[in-house]
């Protein structure tokens, strides 16, 4: 088995919290009739490639901030299992796929505007 894993807490803006989908479109949306304020959320999303055998699990979940203000815990992690053992070349090109994997998935589950907190 081989896995790539990308971990890190984005801090939204003041008032970043009242509309979480505008910085993370994965999330699913609150109803209009909840409150403004979050308070707190956790969601875990794990889907399976059997075409290119890897699975991926992405944890998204609120966490203190030393500011006050709201952050993300965004933790991604994909994995490959395979049935023999594996050559160094070939565990390297795994990881490779993994670590490119894991890329576009970051970048499609953020916007425009949690890129330019990154800044």
């Known amino acids: 088995m081989v896995g790539a894993r990308y971990i890190d807490q984005i801090v939204l803006p003041e008032g970043g919290d009242t509309n979480l989908v505008e ?23 794990q889907a399976r490639d059997p075409k290119d055998n890897f699975t991926a699990v992405l944890t998204m979940a609120s966490v203190p ?11 991604l992690n994909v994995v490959r299992a395979f049935e023999r ?9 795994h990881a490779d796929f ?18 330019r907190l990154f800044e």
């Open 23 to 45: 910085y993370f479109p994965c999330l699913p949306p609150r109803p209009e009739s909840m409150p403004l304020l979050l308070d707190g959320f956790h969601v875990v999303t």
């Open 65 to 75: 901030s030393t500011d006050h203000r709201f952050a993300v815990l965004y933790d």
């Open 85 to 93: 053992p594996a050559s160094l070349d070939e565990l390297q090109q």
């Open 98 to 115: 993994l670590h490119a994997r894991q890329r576009r998935i970051f970048e499609d589950s953020i916007t425009e505007s949690t890129r």
